[in-house]
């Protein structure tokens, strides 16, 4: 028997912590390089190290702030919008949905459970034209709402949300709500919704990040640039920039600050 307080050595040594730093730098190296590319005068961007600091990054935030009368600022705003509200509605939306199919008995209850399930696999890819066509058809498309309605009915928030309240809140404490005349109103919104609290917020991130970065369905249901989020927005740029490459430097700065919203 070993030493009490012995230190067990593991097989592969720091060999898995040396793989992990590895995958990390893969990952985080991209990230970097755009950071420094941002700092670079248009000068500087073809012609100096690729890890090599510019002079001219306030010049290119300037610039982009500058560019067509300040239309990055309305992209910006535009996604928080998205991305907020409609991390919002979908994490509500999840919260009732989660519950009532958590705690409530009704006929169908297993089969909209089940199809919610069959609803996570499906790529949103495949979604995209068909509720494109759809909004076409009821003049909502290249609206706001062409964008925010698609992400309020989120299959998988909506498990997470009926898996955490089947487990976080007793049938137990629900009846002892009912028997003191509770509505069912009450009970929701006074004793399940603040117990579900670190699901929903669990919840309204992983909805944020994926609207954030978001990039097919604004750019399939809008045609106004004044609606686009920062993705489709900075690929505007982009493309503009196969012509005009002064404006790499514009879209380098821009996908930096929209790396930190």
Request: glycine content about 10%.
């Given at each position: ?16 912590t040396?793989?992990?730093?590895l995958?990390?730098l893969?990952c985080l190296f991209p990230v970097?390089?755009?950071l420094i590319?941002?700092t670079k005068s248009p000068?500087e ?8 600091f510019?002079?001219g990054?306030f010049d290119?935030?300037a ?8 239309v990055?600022w309305?992209?910006?705003?535009d996604t928080?919008?998205y991305?907020?509200g409609?991390a919002l509605?979908?994490?509500a939306v999840?919260?009732v949905s989660g519950y ?10 297993n089969?909209?459970?089940?199809l ?11 979604l995209?034209?068909p ?8 003049g909502l ?7 925010l309605?698609?992400q309020?009915?989120?299959p ?13 809140i ?7 709500g009912?028997?003191d005349?509770?509505?069912e109103g009450?009970l929701?919104?006074?004793?399940a919704?603040p117990?579900?609290?670190?699901g ?5 991130l ?6 954030w970065n ?15 989020p920062?993705t489709?927005?900075?690929?505007t ?7 005009q490459?002064t404006?790499?430097n514009l ?9 930190y919203?």
């Amino acid at each position: 028997m070993a030493a009490h307080g012995a230190r067990v050595r593991r097989p592969w040594g720091v060999a898995p912590t040396g793989l992990l730093l590895l995958g990390a730098l893969y990952c985080l190296f991209p990230v970097c390089w755009v950071l420094i590319a941002a700092t670079k005068s248009p000068g500087e961007l073809f012609t100096t190290s690729t890890l090599a600091f510019g002079t001219g990054f306030f010049d290119n935030v300037a610039a982009l702030f500058a560019y067509r009368d300040g239309v990055y600022w309305l992209w910006a705003g535009d996604t928080l919008l998205y991305a907020g509200g409609g991390a919002l509605l979908s994490t509500a939306v999840s919260a009732v949905s989660g519950y009532a199919l958590a705690k409530y008995r009704f006929p169908g209850r297993n089969l909209i459970f089940n199809l919610l399930i069959g609803g996570i696999l499906v790529p949103a890819v495949v979604l995209a034209i068909p509720q494109y066509l759809l909004f076409s058809k009821i003049g909502l498309a290249d609206s706001y709402w062409a964008v925010l309605l698609p992400q309020i009915l989120h299959p998988y928030g909506i498990y997470l949300a009926r898996v955490y309240a089947a487990a976080a809140i007793p049938d137990s404490l629900l009846e002892a709500g009912r028997i003191d005349g509770a509505s069912e109103g009450r009970l929701m919104t006074r004793v399940a919704l603040p117990m579900m609290t670190p699901g929903l917020v669990t919840i309204f991130l992983f909805q944020f990040v994926a609207i954030w970065n978001n990039f097919l369905l604004p750019f399939i249901m809008l045609g106004d640039d004044g609606k686009f989020p920062l993705t489709v927005g900075l690929y505007t740029l982009l493309a503009a920039g196969a012509n005009q490459p002064t404006l790499y430097n514009l879209i380098l700065t821009g996908r930096s600050c929209r790396s930190y919203p």
